[in-house]
């Protein structure tokens, strides 16, 4: 069945560097691609999406990046700050959204 | 506008006790999920509504979760008997425009089966 693959599950990075977070998906009809923050606790929410008419789009410091013809897409958040300390989450969907199993990001002082 | 809004927000009960979880969509919005979430599984899709019909419940684990949404602004799931392994926080959500949208999560419900 359709599959969502998302890495690091893991990651560490220092305050004030970029984090990048990369999903593949399985489904070459997917079309949407959001991208989903739950910190701790919390509920998830809708950062960032992209569809796949588009390569590239930014706001402020994320930015997403898709390359249908690989099936990737990837997370880049620049100038982290402590608040960006939280899972996040990609999705691919067409009819039927389906979501990775979550990046849990800390931003190290 | 409150948001979604999920109820009870805690649930303890006991193993084969009937377990209901209540949804309240934002106001317009003509889909509604469920899905379930734990820290070996991740965020599951149980099962979603477009226009109060069901139109995916592949998700559902087993015959032992049910789904109803009997008009736009209430939806019920409902697990009947629970068991342990249905321990996990159950997130409804909703959204004007389904699966290819922005999806607007109520808080969860952090359900433990004993």
Redesign the interface.
């Known amino acids: 069945g359709e599959n969502v693959e998302q890495h690091p599950s893991t990651l560490s990075v220092q305050e004030g560097d970029s984090a990048v977070i990369k999903c593949t998906y399985s489904d070459s009809a997917s079309?949407?691609f959001?991208w989903y923050k739950q910190e701790l606790g919390?509920?998830?929410?809708?950062i960032i999406?992209i569809?796949s008419n588009v390569g590239e789009k930014k706001d402020q410091r994320i930015a997403v990046t898709l390359n249908k013809t690989a099936k990737h897409f990837s997370l880049h958040i620049t100038e982290t700050q402590p608040e960006d300390s939280a899972v996040y989450?990609c999705a691919a969907?067409?009819?039927?959204?389906?979501?990775?199993?979550?990046t849990r990001l800390h931003i190290l002082p | 506008d409150a948001g979604v809004i999920q109820s009870p927000r805690h649930e303890v009960t006991e193993m084969g006790q009937e377990v209901t979880l209540r949804c309240k969509p934002i106001s317009g919005h003509d889909y509604l999920?469920w899905y379930r979430q734990t820290m070996m599984r991740?965020?599951?899709?149980l099962i979603?509504f477009n226009n109060n019909v069901p139109i995916?419940d592949?998700g559902m684990p087993e015959d032992r979760f049910s789904a109803k949404m009997p008009n736009a602004s209430f939806s019920t799931l409902k697990i009947q008997p629970s068991e342990p392994r249905d321990s996990a926080v159950y997130?409804c959500a909703s959204s004007p425009s389904g699966?290819?949208?922005?999806?607007y999560?109520?808080?969860?419900t952090r359900l433990l089966v004993l």
């Open positions: 079309n949407y959001p919390k509920r998830p929410q809708l999406d569809r989450f969907s067409y009819d039927k959204i389906i979501f990775g199993k979550g | 999920f991740g965020l599951e899709l979603y995916d592949s997130f699966s290819r949208g922005t999806q999560f109520g808080p969860g």
